[in-house]
């Protein structure tokens, strides 16, 4: 299979490459704008089946670079895991234009322009599957944190956004799910929270999300579904 990795510098997206890597049969795109930590990435990559693309998901001119860079690889695309984010903790009255278009550039905007850039390639005869991470902080009914109201909300558009495609996309051999992911000891975490003990490592919600994104899509589409043991 021929997969994309968002966010995969670090954290979960940097476990769930080299999971997925594991497979010989898999090439995953892995895409961050560090590039020192991808290379590492791809040097704890035993079968050598990484290609490292480093791109600012935040700046359109360099996701439309990082569509091209894919295109001159391959002509399809099987997988599509958006994964990367970007944070604000900061009280609302102290929020600053400049901020919520960070966070919404790369929580929501960078999202829509890789799904409409990468969704010609996706429309091959196997099933394919585009999976959206987002946070059981955007997630209806959630317990809410003072000072992540950009965060929280952006991911909230990226619940109803995966909803959203499912149902426009339905007659397509496409399969849109998105994951609500709770508490994962991860530097974003440490951001949030500082100081707080994730019960879930990196590697253990990489692992979860290795077999859904690579299994869920047989059997569902549209679907939100949390994934939390805690609050946050």
Known sequence: MKIVVTGASRGIGYQLVKQLSSNSGNIIFAVSRNEQQLELLKKECPN??????TCDLSKELSIQSLLTNIKSHTNTINVLVNNAGAIVNKPFSE???????YVYNVNVFSVVRLIQGLLPM????EKSHIVNISSIGGFQGSLKFAGLSAYSSSKAALVCLTECLAEE??????????????????????????????????????????????HAHKTMSGKVIPVSSSNP
């Open 48 to 53: 050598r089946n990484v290609i490292s693309i």
């Open 95 to 101: 929020i600053s234009k400049s901020d919520l278009e």
């Open 122 to 125: 996706m429309e091959v005869k």
């Open 169 to 214: 996309f339905k007659e397509k051999n496409i399969a849109f799910n998105c994951l609500a992911l709770g508490a994962v000891q991860t530097e974003m975490l440490e951001e949030a929270f500082p100081g707080y003990k994730a019960p879930v490592s990196a590697s253990e919600m990489a692992s979860y999300i290795a077999d859904f994104v690579l």
